[in-house]
């Protein structure tokens, strides 16, 4: 199975400073995906990365994918309260194409005034 | 109108009880999810049907099944409730088998005391 660590577990900034999540595996990455899960509330989908060197981004949320280092990095430019939640990558099974998604333990965002 | 929902929302019993938690999608999706949250916030995935038949199945107590009366409906029963099975539990679907923008429903949680 895939393992994937997240760093920080937990993050604590000033509204429109600019952070930064990572995401590590254990394998080959063959598929990152990035989620937010509010509290209280299920988790949305915000980006998914398959090929190396790819970037995404989706209004201040920038997701980039380093097959090389088996990284992924999510990034937030000048971060509002409305970022606030837990954000956790997700990474496909490459040895299987059922949907198979392995999750890191979360990245606990707080946006203070 | 709400994509993926769950009932309950909370569900507090005692141990050795029997429970089930009913979930619907509206998005026409082939593929549903059951997952589990633990107390420490690591998401693991449970089972997976797709259109009605089990695809995945991790190692999970057969005290848990799950159930699909049609491709929008996955229900999960619980037989004889323990303490280590509370936690939040989550729906998802996707378009189809392999896919992996999951969505999510609000989760249920599920307190055994």
């Known amino acids: 199975s895939q393992e994937l660590e997240q760093s920080p577990q937990s993050l604590i900034v000033q509204e429109g400073k600019n952070l930064t999540i990572n995401c590590t595996s254990s394998k080959t990455l063959y598929g990152l995906y990035w989620y937010k899960q509010k509290y209280g509330e299920g988790l949305i989908f915000l980006m998914m990365?398959?090929?190396?060197?790819e970037e995404k981004s989706h209004e201040k949320i920038t997701a980039k994918l380093d097959e090389k280092k088996q990284q992924s990095s999510l990034h937030i430019t000048a971060s509002q309260p409305s970022h606030a939640g837990i954000y956790l990558c997700?990474?496909?099974?490459?040895?299987?194409?059922?949907?198979?998604?392995?999750f890191g333990r979360g990245t606990q965002l707080t946006v203070w005034p | 109108d709400t994509a993926v929902s769950q009932t309950p929302k909370y569900l507090v019993t005692q141990m050795g009880n029997d429970k089930s938690i009913k979930c619907e999608q509206n998005l026409g999706h082939d593929t549903m999810y059951w997952y589990k949250q633990d107390s420490k916030k690591f998401l693991k995935i449970m089972f997976s049907y797709n259109n009605k038949e089990l695809i995945i199945n991790e190692t999970v107590p057969n005290r848990f099944s799950p159930k699909s009366p049609d491709k929008a409906h996955l229900n999960l029963h619980i037989n004889s409730l323990e303490l280590g099975d509370s936690a939040v539990y989550f729906c998802?679907?996707?378009?189809?088998?392999?896919?992996?923008?999951?969505?999510f429903g609000p989760g249920t949680r599920l307190t055994v005391t």
């Open positions: 998802a679907s996707s378009p189809g088998v392999g896919t992996y923008e999951q969505y």
């Open positions: 997700g990474a496909a099974d490459r040895g299987s194409t059922l949907g198979r998604l392995y």
């Open positions: 990365l398959q090929k190396g060197g």
